[in-house]
């Protein structure tokens, strides 16, 4: 009965403290992503989630019949890809709504499956830099740094995943570190769509002939007569709902779960 007991509350415990990470982590988000006194600190954040905006932008090219010619990285953490062919409506929905998708995927994870927070780790930062490796070259201004940064942050979340042992439920442990960041990760993932609103609202499709933001292409080339704050919104609304779902069935409705301990005497 008393390790019936002490199991109910560790399991308390670790859900609750998944709720205190994931509030934590999306404040400091907020607060880190509009400050321009911290955009040294966000931009390999920021080039890493662009990235995945990129890889399934490009991804979405390919199995709707194009051709991917070039992907580049930009000194400011964005990407260039050169393309062919493919579907407009998927193509230029793939990146935020792809992300949208996968971070609350992530964030499910990370807190329902606590076991599996170092693999998701490693997995993340194995596809960081093979992705990378593959895929991406510098662009012809010679940005190697932009690059470098990326495969660093792939770098860090290998090695938090292989070195993250340790007891979750303590706060200096690397096991907790390693679930930090994943919240980290997967929160901005999801929430690309929501971070980059400003810009989306503001940004025309076209700058030089490149498309310089895809949810202004969506608006008059896919959905004509549909505003662009429409469609923004409208993404963001789903991203929320993707995250909302996440997080109820990965924490909430994880701790409605356990056991009260009124049956143990």
Not at 106 to 130: K, Q, Y
Not at 200 to 225: C, K, Q, R
Request: hydrophobic residues 55%; proline residues 4%; glycine residues 8%.
């Amino acid at each position: 009965m008393l390790r019936e007991f002490v199991e109910r509350k560790v399991r308390r415990q670790i859900v609750r403290r998944s709720l205190i990470i994931s509030a934590a982590s999306f404040a400091a988000i907020l607060a880190l992503w509009f400050s321009e006194s911290m955009a040294t600190l966000v931009h390999p954040l920021r080039m890493f989630i662009n990235n995945i905006h990129g890889g399934l932008s490009a991804f979405a090219i390919q199995i709707t019949g194009g051709a991917v010619e070039s992907f580049t990285l930009s000194p400011a953490g964005s990407y260039v890809i050169e393309f062919t062919g493919g579907s407009d409506a998927l193509t230029m929905s793939a990146g935020y709504l792809g992300s949208a998708l996968l971070g609350s995927v992530l964030f499910f994870l990370v807190n329902r499956a606590p076991h599996l927070i170092r693999l998701l780790s490693v997995v993340t930062g194995a596809f960081t830099v093979g992705f990378m490796a593959l895929f991406i070259r510098p662009d012809a201004a010679g940005d190697w740094i932009s690059m470098f940064i990326c495969i660093g942050v792939g770098v860090v979340l290998m090695l938090l995943g292989w070195k993250g042992r340790g007891d979750i439920n303590q706060l200096g442990s690397r096991k907790s570190l390693a679930q930090i960041v994943m919240t980290i990760v997967a929160l901005m993932t999801a929430c690309h769509i929501l971070l980059d609103l400003p810009s989306v609202l503001n940004t025309p499709a076209y700058t030089d002939d490149m498309i310089t933001n895809p949810v202004a292409y969506f608006s008059e080339f896919v959905t004509p007569g549909v505003s662009v704050d429409v469609i923004a919104i409208s993404w963001s609304l789903i991203a929320v709902l993707l995250l909302g779902i996440a997080f109820y069935v990965s924490i909430p409705r994880q701790l409605k779960q356990i056991p009260s301990n009124d049956d143990i005497v």
